[in-house]
């Protein structure tokens, strides 16, 4: 076991708490120690109550325990309610004294499940893809990603073991990708979304950061009361390379990395073939954005009627773009979404799951937030998606591949998932 429990994956510190060689009291004033010892670096939390949080603790360590995530202090983003602490949506000004009254449904069940809320993570304005305050913990100068920049920071620093994210177009995938970690945006609504800041609810989803597969399996387990881990119909994935048509476009050093990826698995016994989706599948990045757009236009009619001087020129910009576009337009888009979902388990039937490249490249600077070219296109298909490290890039730092699943098999992915980890560790 590490000499500090902040530094303890999720199932280390699980099975120390089950077998009482340490409680929830120490593992929650250890992230604390390591939030007040790297917080003014890395800006990962928007709130933080220690007493609060102290409090929780000592009541799970008093009661019989409830699930493997019991006493586990887990960071909440914070466009996602809690009772007992503000929820300020990436805004603190435009939401200044927001306290809701109930707690969404996925803080709901991790209280049932017995973990601890230590706080909230920082945001993204208003949630959408301009860069926070939060610092890569990995390197100062870079992006964590956005918008779930504070919880995968959070992780990735050693102040929480797990963190919920929450995803639109590319919130979960790509902070994991650059802090290092692995990150699960689940099948559609398998973790509801609700209680939460709506952006497209089509789209909207809440997953989870954590740093190993393992890790994700128990907190998905415990949250949701699936299995974590689904044997594969084959005695090892058949796994589909699909390069999408951003391929040309990423740096060679990230295509360098791909190829030795599979060329790993591969010689690990892990079939790899290549996956030829055809041409529909390139549009569905454009659809993605489109219907982004039309709903988040409408769900933030508020804030363009009485906040309009206080938003970023991009995000007036970004809304009343979305405010112009036809319903026929968002219907079309809908629709093509809707056959896309249905077609895609034949589309991918010579394989398990799919393999993509994780990210653009490297994290870049702190004042960009990175791309999501080659994640957003998932989104559409209401599919697992689950970011796996994967290499280094020139500086250093963290690579990541996609793994995509079928909808409703999150088990076997993530079975898949541990398989391939182990090669690419």
């Not at 000499?3 to 510190?13: I, K, Q, R, V």
């Not at 992006?143 to 990735?156: C, W």
């Not at 620093?157 to 990708?177: D, F, V, Y």
Request: with cysteine; glycine share 8%.
């Amino acid at each position: 076991m590490a000499s500090d429990p902040a530094d303890l994956p999720l199932t280390e510190a699980a099975a120390g708490l089950a077998a009482g060689t340490l409680s929830s009291v120490a593992l929650t004033r250890a992230c604390l120690a390591r939030i007040s010892a790297r917080e003014a670096q890395v800006g990962a939390f928007e709130f933080v109550d220690p007493e609060l949080a102290l409090a929780q603790a000592r009541a799970r360590d008093a009661e019989p325990r409830r699930s493997a995530l019991h006493g586990v202090p887990v960071a909440i983003k914070d466009v996602i309610d809690t009772h007992d602490m503000p929820a300020l949506w990436g805004d603190p000004a435009t939401y200044a004294g927001r306290r809701p009254k109930r707690d969404a449904p996925v803080v709901r069940a991790l209280r049932e499940a017995g973990a601890v809320m230590l706080g909230k993570t920082v945001v993204s304005r208003f949630g959408f893809w301009w860069p926070a305050r939060t610092r890569n913990p990995l390197d100062l100068s870079r992006t964590p990603g956005s918008s779930s920049s504070g919880s995968a920071a959070a992780v990735a620093a050693g102040m929480a073991p797990l963190a919920l994210g929450t995803q639109t177009g590319g919130s979960i995938i790509r902070p994991a990708a650059f802090c290092g970690l692995v990150g699960l945006k689940p099948t559609h609504d398998w973790i509801a979304y609700r209680n939460s800041r709506d952006f497209a609810p089509s789209f909207d989803v809440t997953g989870l950061l954590t740093r190993t597969v393992g890790d994700l399996a128990l907190a998905l387990a415990a949250i949701t009361g699936r299995a974590a881990y689904a044997a594969p119909a084959q005695a090892g994935p058949r796994v589909g390379l699909y390069r999408t048509s951003d391929w040309a476009a990423a740096p060679d050093y990230v295509r360098a990395n791909f190829e030795r990826c599979a060329q790993a698995l591969a010689a690990a016994g892990i079939a790899v073939g290549e996956a030829a989706l055809g041409p529909d599948y390139d549009r569905l990045s454009d659809a993605q954005h489109l219907i982004v757009q039309y709903e988040t236009a409408r769900l933030f009619d508020w804030e363009l009627r009485e906040k309009r001087g206080a938003l970023d020129a991009g995000v007036a910009a970004l809304l009343e773009d979305g405010l112009a576009i036809p319903q026929a337009a968002y219907n079309e888009a809908m629709d093509f979404c809707a056959g896309m979902r249905a077609r895609f388990p034949a589309d991918i039937a010579a394989f398990d799951l799919l393999m993509v490249p994780g990210s653009e490249g490297e994290p870049p600077p702190a004042e960009r937030c990175g791309g999501n070219a080659f994640i957003r296109m998932w989104m559409p298909l209401h599919a697992p998606d689950l970011s796996l490290p994967a290499g280094k890039g020139p500086s250093g730092l963290p690579l990541s591949v996609q793994l995509i699943g079928r909808a409703g098999q999150d088990a076997a992915l993530i079975a898949a998932a541990r398989r391939i980890e182990a090669v690419l560790a």
